[in-house]
């Protein structure tokens, strides 16, 4: 690194933003970007050349932005605000830095594309927080196979990238927009937001990791009872009351294409209808709505019939607020935590609500054995694989008689 910490050589501007020379060459010339009375550059340098670069090659040409820059209509000094931090380019290739840390380069091109979105070579160059990310995969790939690495990666990503999305749209939205609308032309909006950011970043960084460690704690508790469960069944002990809670999973079919075709309005509305009916059903049979899940809810129930039979009048309801449910119902022992419940009657319930087709209700067949109510029939559809259980499940269509 040339100069003081954090300044940059021109040179290092180019490989740090991943862009040619003659890119760079030609935002000094346009202004955007300028080097200090030293002649280095900083981070934000660094930051405004990768982002003029990708509006560039979308067809937001450079210079249309210096234009916006030089007239004031748009500044891209927010770019040397403390959040915007994203890491750059490092000295390293990617096959240099597998070769460091030990990992076979494949493990790195097999789960590159669902980790980081593009898929990378030996040659291509290495960011500088990917070890933080290949570390951990090289250590859980001698451990598990490719493909479940794979699948966990897009998870992780899909989620955060739902995260980061949300951020946007507050930030350009509400904040950017809401300055906007007080008077404030574009350029000065978004000066005035990027200096309240600075604040909000840091925390809103902590109320990720907050609630990630809270969901971590659920879900990590879900599969500690499921591990003490089996142990306890495997040492011949009955496990659970002689008469143990019903868990129904019922979820809006088609909720995603209609929200994805109409806006979040539409989804907003249906998932308040959908929170009405199920609540006042519910009460009606004494059950107890959970969790709410979007575009579906978990609800408890002491009385597996009265389940089956709350469930039945929501799912027949359902295409009355304009789209069809489905639902999944288990029984059997659960463990409570922080008014949340754990064990395999909760998995199962939501494993065969995802089995079932729309307008149709599927039960285990611990339900059927304890159900009480002679006005339900249950036809048998079969043992159905479920994803994550190593076993078939005998699975029942439930009806009302007649």
Not at 267 to 279: C, K, T
Request: hydrophobic share 45%; net charge negative; charged share 25%.
């Amino acid at each position: 690194m040339g100069g003081s910490v954090g300044r940059y050589t021109r040179d290092e501007v180019v490989r740090r933003s991943g862009v040619g020379p003659d890119f760079v060459e030609r935002l000094l010339q346009l202004g955007v970007v300028a080097p200090a009375a030293d002649g280095t550059f900083g981070r934000g340098d660094v930051q405004r050349v990768r982002l003029v670069d990708a509006c560039d090659r979308a067809g937001l040409d450079a210079e249309a932005i210096a234009e916006a820059v030089s007239t004031g209509r748009l500044s891209l000094a927010f770019m040397d605000a403390p959040q915007f931090r994203w890491s750059e380019y490092g000295s390293e290739t990617c096959g240099e830095l597998a070769t460091r840390l030990g990992i076979p380069f494949e493990v790195i091109r097999e789960t590159s594309a669902a980790l980081v979105n593009r898929h990378l070579s030996p040659e291509d160059p290495a960011r500088e927080d990917d070890e933080s990310i290949f570390r951990l995969i090289g250590m859980v790939a001698a451990l598990a196979d490719l493909d479940a690495l794979v699948r966990i990666g897009r998870v992780y990503v899909d989620g955060l990238r739902r995260v980061a999305d949300a951020e946007s749209e507050l930030f350009q939205t509400h904040i950017v927009g809401g300055l906007v609308r007080s008077g404030l032309d574009y350029g000065a909006a978004l000066d005035r937001a990027t200096s309240l950011g600075t604040e909000l970043t840091p925390l809103m960084e902590q109320m990720v990791l907050t609630l990630y460690r809270r969901q971590q704690e659920r879900g990590w508790t879900e599969g500690n009872v499921e591990g003490i469960e089996r142990a306890i069944e495997a040492s011949g002990a009955r496990v659970g009351p002689a008469r143990p809670p019903a868990f129904v999973f019922i979820d809006l079919a088609g909720y995603t294409g209609i929200t994805a075709a109409e806006g979040d309005a539409t989804g907003a509305r249906l998932a308040r209808e959908l929170s009405a009916m199920v609540e006042r059903i519910v009460a009606d049979h004494a059950g107890t709505p959970v969790k709410w899940l979007g575009d579906g809810v978990m609800v408890h129930f002491r009385q597996p019939g009265r389940a089956v039979r709350a469930t039945l009048e929501m799912v027949d309801a359902a295409p009355t607020i304009g789209l069809p449910a489905h639902a999944g119902i288990a029984a059997g022992p659960v463990v409570m935590q922080d008014g949340d419940y754990f064990g395999r009657a909760v998995n199962l319930a939501s494993r065969i609500s995802g089995a079932a087709s729309a307008g149709q209700t599927l039960v285990t067949a611990a339900v059927v054995d304890l159900n009480e109510d002679p006005g339900l029939t249950f036809r048998p559809v079969g043992p159905l694989e479920l994803k994550g259980l190593a076993e078939p499940v005998e699975v029942f269509e439930a009806a009302v008689s007649g």
